[in-house]
Structure formats: C-alpha cells, structure tokens
C-alpha cells in the first residue's frame, strides 16, 4: 500500500501552506472535540432520515449543507477551526481507505453472481462503452466550458472521476417497485466494473508521484495484471476463508457481525499490501457470497449491520466534504460555477443516454425482456455518489499543475451527486410505473391475492375460536372483526392486456401465462433450495448448484430446468472412471509365485524369498529416486562437462544394480516374467542402457564421427525412462483420490438430484395458487410430475451405481436428523426453565459437536447383506418373532436387465422385497378402489410410470385385496430382491391375525396421507410405530352399505385412503384419496371396502395393537376367508405412487 503521509490537499512545494482550501493553522493544534463532530453528524443524519421519512438526497442536501456551514465558520473563526483541522490535516487517501472498502462491499453483496455470470460480457461491454463514452463527451464539454484555468490534466481526471456511476444509489429506487432484479444487477454490475477500473488508474497514478512519462510499460502491464487477475483470485480464496469462519455452527450471532465487519477490511488492506487492487478483491467477495455463506437467519442481521455502516459512511462523506468545500476562499463561487454545474448535470445525462442507445443491442441480445422502456429507465441510472467524491481530491493531488482553487472539484462533483440522486432517482422511479414495467405478473397477483384470502381465512378461525373462551366472552367482538379486517390492494397490478405489452389481444394466452408462472416456480424451487439447505437436509454446495443452475435457465423462454440439466457432473464422472480403469490396467499387481525348487537348491530358494519380499521391491524404488541427482547433472550441459567420468561410473553402478534385479526375476519367474507389463518395461530400460554404455565405448574409439556422438547424446536422453517405474508407487495414490472423488460426485449429484425432487413436490402444491386457468394448471402439473419422475429415476441409477455412497449419505442424514430433533427439544425444555442456561449451553455445544463431527463421516459404508434387509419392512416393526417367521420363508431373486418382476393383469405370486438395483412401475391411473369413470380429478392421467428402487416393496396392495397385479414392473438394472410367496403371507395373516393385516393397510394408509395431502398432515407426528402403539392415527374399514359415525370433536382429520363412500346427509360422493369435510357427520360405504385414516385430535391413549375407537355401529369388513376376485367383478385398489 502506497505510503501517503501527506494532508487532504498534497503539496509538493515546501514553502506553500499545508492547507490551500482555508488559512493554515497559526496556533498550537490541540486535536479535541473531533469525535463529537463525527457523532453529530451521524447523529444529524439520522434525525434527518426519521423526520423526512427516508428521502435520500434532501438529508444529503442537509449534511452537506451543514458541512459547508461549519468549514465557513472554521475558515472564520479559530475555535470551529481547532474543531475541523484533524479531517484537513488527514490524508485523502486515508478517507479513501476508511470508507470505500465496506461501501464497495455492500455493494457486490447485494449482486446475484449467477445473474452477472449468464451476462458478463454484455456487462463488461457495456461497463467500457459507458466509461469511454462518458468520458469522452465529458471531458470535451470540462475542456470548452470551464473558466477554472485548468489544464488538460485536470480537465481529464475531473472527467474521469464524473464518469463513476454510484453502484448503491443507482438502483435503490427500483428494488421498492418489484423491478426485475436482471436488470437492477445488470446496472449494479456495471458501475461495479467502472468504480473498479478508476480504481485501478488512480492506483497507478498514485504508486507512482513521478511524471507520467516515467512510467515504465512493463511495470504498467504486470501492475495490471496483478490487480486484474491477481486481486480476482486473492478475493476467491478470501471468499472461501471467510465462508468457512461464518459457517462455523459454534459462533454466535455478534462473533459472526464483528468478523464479517473486520475481514472486510483485512482483505482490503492485505491486498493492497501486496500490490494489488483491494477493491477488485472485494468485489470477488462480494459476488461470491450469498445466503447460504452465511448461518440460517444469519444474513438478515449482518446485512443490516453493513447497511447501516455504509449509510453512517455516507452520511459523513457528504458532511466531511461540506466542510472541505467551506474550508475554501468564497470568492471562486461565482454565477459562471452556476452555470457551468447545470451544464454538467446535462452532460452526464446526454452521455448517459448516448451509452444506451450503444448498448441496446448488447442488452436485446441478453434478454428477451428488454425494448426501449427499460432503455429509457435505465438511461436515468447515471447517478453520480461517494466513489466520485472520495477521489475528487486526487484530481488536485496527482496534477502537474497546481489550481488556485482546488476547493471546487470537490464542489462540482459533490452537487452533481445531489442533483443526479434527487432528480435522476425520481425520474427513473416515475418511468418504471408510468411504463408499466413494476407492474406484479398474473401469477404473482394470483400468489398474492390467494395469501390474502388465506391470512383473512385465519383471522376470521382465530376470532371464531377466542369467541368460545369465557374470559373474552365481554370482548365487543364487532369492535374486533373491524379492526382486523385486511383489505389490501397490490399497488402495482395491471390487466393482463398490459403485461402483454402492448399486445392487442383481450386475454393472455396459456403460453404467456405458462412463461409467467415458470419464472414463479423457478422462485418456488430457489426458495425450497435454500429451506432445505437451513434444515440440513441439503448440503451448501448441492444448494448452491441446484440454484445457480436455477437462475441460468431462468432466462431462457419456455425452459424449465431438468435433472438433465442439472447433471453437468456426467462429464466429469464418466472422464474420472475411464482415468481409473486406465489406472486400474496399469497398476502393478505383486502375484504370489508358485515356485518349486529342483532338489534342495539354497541359492535359488534365497533368491525365491527374496524378490517376493516387500524389501527388494523398495530397494529397487530406492535405487529409481537416487538416481534423479546424476539426471540432473546429465541434462545440465555445464554440470555434465565438468563430471563426465563420474557420470560414467554412476552409470555403471546403476546398471549393475537394474540387470542385478532383472536376472533375479528372470531366474524365478523364466518365460512369466514377460507376461508382466512393468518387467518388459524393466527390460526395455536395460537394452537401452546397454545401448548407451556401448555407444559411449565406441564414441572413445571413434571420437571425430559425428553421427555416432549425435546417436550417442539422443541415446543419453533416454535415460528419463528409467524414472517410470517409480509410478508404480504413484498409481495407487491416484486410484485412491480418483476413487475418492468419484465418491464425492456420486454423494453430490444424489444430494442434488434428491433436494430436486424436493423442490418439485413443493411446487407442485403450490401450482395452483399462482395457475390463473385450469389449463395452465394442468400443463404445469404435467411438467412438474414428469421432471420429478426423471429425476427419482436417476436417483435410482445412482443408489444402484454406488449403494456404498448412498448408504453413507443416507445414514449420514439420519443421524444429522436425529441429533437436529434433539436440539429441537433442548430448545424447548430450555425456553421452558426446565433446563438452566448453564446447563443448557452446555449440552447445546455437546450436541453441535456431534454435528460437526459429521464432516469426517466416511464416504462409503459397505451395504448390508440380504438378510440385514428383511427388519427393515416396516410393519414387521423389527419385532422377532414375526422377521423370524418370514425369514424362513423367503427366497433371493435375481434379475437381468429388463425382465420383467410381473405383468399388469396377472394373479399376484407374493411380495418382492427390493435390495439392490431399480425397477420401474408402468400402469394405468391408480384407481384407489373405485371406476376410472367415476373420477373427475385431472391429475390423474391414463398412464404413469414411478421407480422402485434399495427398500421399496411391491405386491403389497395386490396380496391384501386377494386380486391382480394393477402395474407392470421391469428391471431398469441388475435387481436383487427378497420374494414372499403369497401362501406364506397369508399364513402369517393366520398366525398374526389382525394385527398384521392391519400394520400393513396402516403403512398403506401414511404414505398416501403424506404423498397426497402433505401440508394438511405436516404438523401431525405420523410415525408409523406411534401409530401402532399410541394410536395416533389409525386406520377403519368399512364395506359396502355399511355406516359409519364420525365424531369430529375427538377426531382432527378423516382421510379416505381407500375405496368409495357418500355423505348419508347431504348424498356427496367422496372418492379415495380425498379428505372428508367437518360437514360430513356420517358415510356410508359404496365400494366392496373403503379405507379411511383417522387423526384423533386429543393426545391418544396407548391402546393394544387390535383396539381402534369405533365411533359407528356397523362391523370391520375385513373377512379371513381369501376367495379369488376378479379385476371384472369387483374394481378395487391400485399399489399407491411410491416416492424417493
């Protein structure tokens, strides 16, 4: 970093003042009363910004009108003077350091990296074609009109300080309207690249106070370079540093505040230590992090915090340079300044706006979206701020030529940066909303107009539910209904005729809406991305993969993102498994020999022993590495005339020592030891080596053939050869990393692929809201269904490629739930009293460590065997006696590529357990117990195909309806599973009966409640073994015309799972999967069973497993007799839709 010890103003002439902006202080300095400016101001600030509800520019206006109001009065009277004369005395290059940093910082932080990197180039274009645009025409109009008597010099950095665009103030009036944030960080990027550039030239101008003529090129171009490339790459790794202290799951909340405040500054200053540019290093940060760098809710609070210091920053920018302008004689403010600001004003704007007519080709090519009313909006973002200020003053330090009034720089500058806030802010604001271009798309109204009714739904239950208590029954209730009654209108709403722009159509196509809603649900998944990623089901870098591929898709029309698109990792994958099996060919294998030795021959015996042992093979290593230093000598021409003969002797000896272990290896092994890959190598290097020993002897004896001395030196450079068989130790340390990093992306793309199913059940529910026509809700859904299918596919050929990996990632994952659970708890018991805080902490630390440790949990588990995977069938509820039961009554199958497990139509032959390998499901609509026709739900398509794969059972539904097999299942890989026969089960039906018939339509039951119903079920604990023992939910059967009373005081939800039934009241069918209504007090059975899950509301009583509270008068319809029925007499269930 530059060593500036000089004041504000720089002088280089000893018998000038040290101040030239006022009179110099001719008293003793006593430096007090500093700090309380510095609070006043800030103070100032902030009552400004209260009382004029957050106007910008008018509290700037105040401060630094304020500002010049005290430099007038420190240039008058010596008391403000003692006051202000520490900021003259300090050294603009200080305040340049104190300040710039945490603004530029804010500034990046606020960029979304995978916005700016889908545009990058259109954005460094438009960056250069905006700075040399401006700078031109600016610097044309400073030379012509200004009366300063400034020379060309001066004129040339006034105009390039006038050219930074304030990357902070130049969007901020667009991100409170719902402007597209493309086009915000598009703006952003911009002023980013220039401010970083400008940065860059005053840096040289600065590191070098000698004449420009000096400067050297060479010195110029790798000062350049460093701060380009190597800032660029400083910021990476500061970026990776400080992820991995702001991650740390042990610091807390004010750790994680000062350390993200401090290591700003640190990597601005080590950077610039090392003579490169802190500012591009900071930018690298600042567009590196985003949220998921931080803690969960970390974010929030320290981007407040920054926020705050950058707005305090700012506040005393404008106050300081206030004071400076005021320090200066008055004398220089004539009505020509007047003028000549206003012409700079227009001229920044005319630059402006001759940039975007450049660029706009450049930024139609980049987006769809733009036309000439985001040019016009954008145009008014030139708006000038503290970058300019914060370098006016070098345009004074770094000239030839000292102005009489360098007071005015700062001057001109400073008011061109309130009129451009003030007027261009307004302007740009006024543009966006009278084109139309903040107007809410039709899914977002449709988003938001369904929250409303959904916060109203909620307001008018709570009301109806405080009515019931007796302490509130005096409560003027009307009173209450009026004052919580929401009417909100979005402000920026538009008919759908304007969101066509301009388009004279009546109403929005379904492809309109369709895009519309696509760029609604890319949100929907970023923001299911990020929540799982909180949760810690999904790791950071699956996170950040799932959305910066979200975001590079987002702008191209009609694409919605793909598991395909995503597995960017196949490439790399495939390239590390071909490296491996190359590696894998070339390892060398140390075979035991059968040897047998003639007689009782003690020499070949020792020789025998010795070449098999680990010593002679690392003897031989040895001898290969101590060979590099005579190589050395060899290759170096100087080195290799002075020690020739012992060149030659090293020679000899090394020679010796290869025939030694070649002959030895020959005596054993014979004509085998050419079937060896690395012992014909071993063979070939001696032939050479002989070859070079015999060429060196006749080089002796003929030493003027010049032939033979130019065979003889390209024979001596084949002596490199003899260091390969030291890749014999190196090839298996390459097969371990390949290994490992193999491992690495088959853990990463299961993560990915699994938080992306994820993400698409959450859309998938929420499709609806922001769908405005059942079409588009319909094309949607099939989208969103046929992507998620793709992808549980893949994760499906994935578990099968490597079942280690998954299992550890899977286990891996229980244990982070099961650990989280606890902390869950020990939040509660903590918040409760029950714990002490002490205490507390305590165990909150032993636990975060177990969290910690899973860093190191190992890559790979070996899987279980076969018969490890029977406990894990869920309703034998890893209970003795019943896995013993079965055990002795499975079978293992195996199945080829293709085949088929069994038909749709055919007479179920048991249940298969899966253990390795995936088999897809083909088969029509799932039925539920009644007639496709019957069925009005759109969801349900003719055909679907689902994906089985480690753990999954199939048949289940077939062996308890005693009928056919309603899908097709085929082997979309090698498949090895555990198969039931269905005498069996039906003997275990005997021997267990009810329970085990009943465990099973129980887990039937919860997988439909969860797969179909997820967010009505999500706060209910429906684990299956609290289902069976506690009776948290439970499962009823009742048959054809039989009835059934619900009581809805004691029961929470009544879900029908399975079958048909109609509401005796009211004579509503209700078909299976459906939810049945409070209204609904009593059904009664239309299909041959029906299965309904029930959810008690009260915390249920530990009941036996075959005691389920019966609320109706007719009997179970489950009957032990197991008579054949045909898919043509009776049309009953379908195997549910299983999940990953």
């Known amino acids: 970093m530059p060593n500036n010890s000089f004041s504000f103003w720089a002088t280089k002439d000893d018998n000038k003042p040290d101040l030239l902006c006022g009179r110099p202080a001719d008293y003793f300095v006593v430096q007090k009363h500093f700090t309380i400016m510095i609070c006043a101001t800030i103070v100032l600030g902030g009552l400004s910004k209260m009382v004029l509800k957050n106007s910008e520019v008018f509290v700037l206006m105040i401060l630094s009108l304020s500002g010049f109001v005290t430099g007038q009065l420190a240039y008058h009277f010596v008391e403000v003077h003692q006051i202000v004369y520490p900021l003259l005395k300090t050294p603009s290059f200080s305040l340049y350091c104190y300040f710039l940093p945490l603004i530029v910082f804010v500034a990046a932080l606020d960029v979304d990296f995978y916005i700016v990197k889908n545009v990058l180039w259109q954005v460094l274009l438009m960056g250069m074609i905006s700075f040399g645009t401006a700078f031109v025409i600016i610097a044309y109009v400073v030379f012509k009109f200004n009366k300063d008597s400034w020379d060309l010099q001066c004129c040339l950095l006034f105009s390039i300080t006038l050219c930074l ?65 190597g800032s660029t790459i400083c910021g990476y790794w500061c970026t990776r540093v400080i992820q991995i202290i702001l991650t740390d799951i042990f610091s807390n909340t004010l750790t994680n505040v000062v350390l993200c405040f401090s290591l700003v500054y640190m990597t601005f200053y080590l950077v610039e230590y090392f003579g490169m540019s802190g500012i591009i290093a900071l930018v690298t940060v600042g567009l590196n992090l985003d949220s ?106 770094f000239s030839e030529s000292k102005v009489e009034a360098p007071h005015m720089f700062i001057f001109y500058i400073q008011v061109i940066s309130l009129l451009t806030t003030g007027i261009n802010s307004h302007m740009m604001l006024r543009s966006a909303k009278t084109l139309g271009l903040c107007a809410l798309s039709l899914p977002r109204q449709i988003a938001v107009q369904n929250a409303i009714q959904h916060i109203q739904q909620i307001i008018r239950n709570t009301i109806t539910l405080y009515k019931t208590e007796k302490t509130l029954t005096n409560v003027n209730w009307d009173v209450v209904e009026e ?51 909180n949760d810690g089901t999904l790791g950071v870098e699956a996170a950040r993969i799932l959305i910066g591929a979200t975001k590079s898709y987002c702008p191209i029309h009609g694409k919605f993102m793909s598991i395909s698109d995503v597995s960017t990792y196949v490439r790399d994958r495939s390239w590390l498994i071909k490296f491996k099996n190359m590696l894998t060919y070339l390892e060398y294998h140390k075979e035991k020999i059968l040897f047998t030795v003639p007689g009782d021959n003690k020499f070949l015996i020792f020789v025998y022993r010795t070449i098999i042992s680990e010593e002679f093979e690392y003897a031989t290593y040895v001898v290969t590495i101590m060979y590099i230093f005579p190589m050395i000598i060899h290759i170096w021409p100087t080195a290799r005339e002075l020690n020739v003969s012992a060149l030659i002797s090293i020679n000899y000896y090394f020679m010796f020592l290869y025939t030694l272990e070649s002959a030895l290896k020959i005596l054993i092994l014979k004509r085998k030891y050419f079937l060896h890959n690395w012992n014909n190598l071993d063979f070939f290097i001696i032939v050479i080596g002989i070859i070079d020993i015999l060429c060196l002897h006749f080089v002796k ?28 130790i190196i090839i298996p340390i390459l097969i371990n990393m390949t290994d490992v990093q193999i491992k690495k992306s088959l853990s990463l793309m299961y993560s990915i692929t699994k938080g992306y199913v994820k993400s698409q059940e959450d859309a998938k529910l929420l499709v609806r809201q922001i ?22 596919k893949e994760l499906g050929l994935i578990e099968h490629e490597g079942r280690d990996v998954v299992i550890a990632l899977k286990t891996k994952q229980a244990i982070r739930n099961v650990i989280a659970k606890a902390l869950k708890n020990l939040t509660f018991l903590w918040s409760r009293g029950i714990i002490d805080k002490h205490k507390g902490i305590e165990m909150n630390k032993v636990l975060l460590t177990k969290i910690k440790a899973l860093n190191n949990f190992p890559m790979a588990i070996p899987p279980p065997t076969p018969d490890k995977y029977l406990p894990n069938i869920i309703w034998l509820e890893n209970k003795d006696v019943l896995i013993e039961f079965f055990k002795r009554r499975t079978r293992l199958t195996y199945f080829d590529y293709g085949d088929i497990i069994c038909r749709e139509g055919e007479m179920s032959q048991g249940i298969f357990l899966i253990i390795s390998g995936m088999a897809s499901l083909h088969s029509s609509s799932p039925t539920f117990g009644i007639e496709a026709s019957q069925r009005t739900d759109r969801q349900f398509k003719s055909m679907y195909t689902e994906y089985c794969t480690s753990g999954d059972v199939l048949g289940e539904l077939s062996c308890l309806l005693k009928r056919e097999v309603d899908y097709t299942a085929i082997c979309e890989t090698t498949l090895q599973a555990f198969f039931i026969p269905l005498e069996d089960i039906y003997e275990g039906f005997d021997v267990f009966w009810p329970s085990l018939e009943y465990k099973i ?79 609904c007090e009593q059904i009664q059975g239309i299909s041959d069973v029906s299965k309904l899950l029930l959810i008690p509301t009260s915390e249920p009583v530990t009941n036996d497993e075959t005691s389920h509270a019966m609320v109706n008068t007719g009997l179970r319809t489950t009957k032990k007799d197991y008579n054949w029925k045909r898919k043509e007499e009776v049309e009953s269930g379908h195997l549910f839709r299983k999940t990953y």
């Open 165 to 229: 665009i304030d990357p902070l103030h130049s969007v901020n009036s667009l991100k409170t309207i719902g402007i597209s944030k493309m086009y915000t960080d598009i703006i952003r990027g911009e002023s980013l690249i220039i401010c970083s550039f400008t940065c860059i030239f005053f840096g040289i101008f600065r590191g070098h106070t000698t004449n420009v003529s000096m400067f050297r090129e060479l010195h110029v171009i790798i000062g350049l370079t460093l701060d380009i490339f």
């Open 483 to 533: 004052k919580a009654d929401i009417e909100y209108n979005p402000t920026h709403t538009v008919p759908i005729t304007h969101i066509l722009h301009g388009s004279k159509e009546e109403f929005a196509t379904d492809e309109v809406l369709i895009e519309q809603a696509r760029l609604h649900v890319a949100i929907i998944q970023m923001s299911s991305f990020e929540k799982q990623c």
């Open 771 to 792: 769908s405005g026509r059942e079409s588009v809700y319909q094309k949607l859904y099939d989208i969103l269904e046929k992507n998620k299918r793709e992808a549980i």
């Open 1001 to 1079: 339509w129980l887990k039937l039951a919860l997988n439909i409640a969860n797969q179909y119903f997820e967010s009505n079920v999500a706060g209910e604990d429906l684990n299956f073994r609290k289902c069976v023992t506690s009776n948290h939910a439970y499962v009823e059967t009742l048959s054809s015309y039989n009835e059934m009373t619900l009581n809805h005081v004691t029961t929470k939800l009544v879900i029908l799972v399975y079958g048909h039934v109609i509401d005796n009241k009211t004579k509503e069918s209700h078909v299976a999967p459906s939810i049945i209504p409070k209204s």
């Open 701 to 728: 004896l003929k030493p003027h053939n010049l032939v033979l001395i130019q065979f003889t030196v390209v024979i001596g450079y084949f002596r490199i050869i003899r260091f390969l068989p030291i890749f014999k």
């Open 292 to 397: 998921l760098s931080f803690k969960p809710r970390m974010e929030f609070i320290i981007t407040k915090f920054l926020i705050m210091c950058s707005s305090a920053y700012e506040h005393l920018i404008y106050g300081f340079f206030g004071i400076v302008v005021g320090c200066g004689e008055i004398k220089y403010f004539r009505f020509h300044s007047l003028v000549f600001t206003v012409i700079l004003y227009i001229t920044v704007n005319f630059a402006r706006l001759l940039t975007v007519i450049v660029v706009s080709p450049i930024l139609k090519h980049s987006s769809y979206e733009y036309d000439w009313r985001w040019g016009l909006v954008i145009t008014w973002s030139g708006i000038r701020g503290v970058f300019s200020l914060l370098l006016a003053p070098d345009i004074y330090n």
